[in-house]
């Protein structure tokens, strides 16, 4: 499967921003979609991510702010952002799993396909 990530921008702090990542080359329906973002200087991390069942889990950094959601229909998962901080600045990325399980979801060895990254930044 190949993954395109799309919708990322310059948004001030309090902002929103909605991040896409459209599939092609697979059955989408049958992966885990995950969203990560690496930092300057920092080490990728773990975002939200989003199961074949609709089950989703998040960051504790993220949780309340972010909503994770897909459209199997249009092989798009999306990444809702809001009230922003410049802490969120990152290239956010979009990665695909068939067999992620729950104990090692939030790890990004759990998934082999991965999208280009889009960068956002949060102004202050």
């Known amino acids: 499967v190949q993954l395109q990530a799309s919708g990322g921008g310059l948004v001030q702090a309090g902002g929103s921003l909605r991040v896409s990542c459209t599939a092609s080359g697979g059955t989408f329906n049958s992966y885990t979609i995950g969203w990560f973002r690496q930092a300057p200087g920092k080490e990728r991390e773990f975002v939200a991510t989003?199961?074949?069942?609709?089950?989703?889990y998040y960051a504790d950094s993220v949780k309340g702010r972010f909503t994770i959601s897909r459209d199997n229909a249009k092989n798009t998962a999306y990444l809702q952002m809001t009230n922003l901080k410049p802490e969120d600045t990152a290239v956010h990325y979009c990665a695909a799993s068939s067999g992620a399980i729950l104990s090692t979801i939030r790890l990004s060895e759990s998934y082999p396909y991965w999208g280009q990254g889009t960068l956002v930044t949060v102004s202050s």
């Open positions: 989003i199961r074949r069942s609709g089950h989703t």
